[in-house]
């Protein structure tokens, strides 16, 4: 069952979004060489405890930290750790997470590491960026959820990967409903399967993370003994952005952006909803 969220709901997981891009503005700063992963979690960690909120990611299914660190090869669920020092260079997906009065925040994104990076790492991370902003600017009143896994699948593939081939799709990892829990359904592909159908029509009150996951090589992913990192299977870098989407009688807003998606949405001939905080 999809969860439809009032006005009222949507209100407080609008608060929640924005305690995530606070922590998404902190890690930024953080995440420099020499830091630690763990540097960044403890970051997050600070942020959470000064706006009075509580940690998803913490606890989740044994989790033991506030933020996913996924650096280079890392897909998502990577745990921060002393172990992990950032080198110039690296790419990392920061993944964060906050819970206000029950409510629910969820969003990701990809930094880069001091400097010097591959055109193919900075493409594909603008890439991935992009794709999510083309499935937030399909979740659309009247629309189904295969248009947004639609939207985001059309957008890869029509981009020319530098030095040929083409960008790695995840499959075993997408997008989620989310409200009164983190993870709830409906599951969002980032592409299309004709086994999945069309899927349930885009309402008022439905909210999404909408999270495109995109590797320079292969789909495929494994999990390491940790239980917890996924990592792609031939070893090429990914990159991992998201947002969490409530869909209002207006129009998208996006719950976890500082301006609720307004600027990027015009970009794309979108206009965001009114923000119920502003």
């Known amino acids: 069952m999809v969860q439809i969220k009032t006005p009222e709901q949507i209100a407080k997981m609008r608060e929640a979004g924005l305690v995530v891009a606070a922590i998404h503005a902190a890690t930024r700063e953080v995440a420099v060489p020499g830091a630690t992963t763990k540097d960044l979690d403890e970051a997050a ?9 509580k940690s998803n990611f913490l606890g989740y299914g044994g989790f033991p930290a506030t933020i996913c660190t996924s650096v280079n090869e890392v897909v998502v669920h990577g745990i921060p750790s002393d172990d992990v020092v950032l080198k110039d260079g690296d790419i990392i997906s920061i993944d964060a ?53 639609r939207a985001i699948e059309t957008y890869i593939r029509r ?28 599951h969002l592909l980032n592409y299309v399967s004709r086994k999945r159908g069309k899927g349930p029509k885009l309402v008022p009150g439905f909210c999404l993370a909408i999270e495109p996951m995109v590797s320079l090589g292969t789909p495929r992913t494994e999990v390491l003994e940790d239980d917890w990192t996924v990592i792609t299977t031939d070893g090429t870098w990914s990159s991992h952005w998201e947002h969490s989407v409530a869909l209002t009688e207006a129009g998208p807003l996006v719950l976890t952006a500082p301006d609720g998606g307004r600027a990027k949405l015009a970009e794309l001939g979108v206009t965001a909803a009114p923000d119920p905080l502003a």
């Open 159 to 186: 981009q020319p990967k530098p030095g040929g081939g083409k960008y790695g799709i995840v499959e075993d990892y997408g997008g989620h409903g989310i409200g009164s829990e983190m993870h709830m359904d409906p």
């Open 97 to 149: 997470g906050a819970i206000v009065d029950g409510w629910h925040g969820d969003a990701a994104y990809t930094a880069f590491v001091g400097s010097g990076h591959a055109p193919e790492l900075i493409e594909l991370s603008r890439v991935t960026e992009e794709s999510m902003w083309a499935g937030i600017a399909a979740m659309r009143n009247g629309n189904r959820l295969v248009d947004i896994s």
């Open 45 to 53: 960690r600070k942020v959470i405890a000064e706006h009075g909120a």
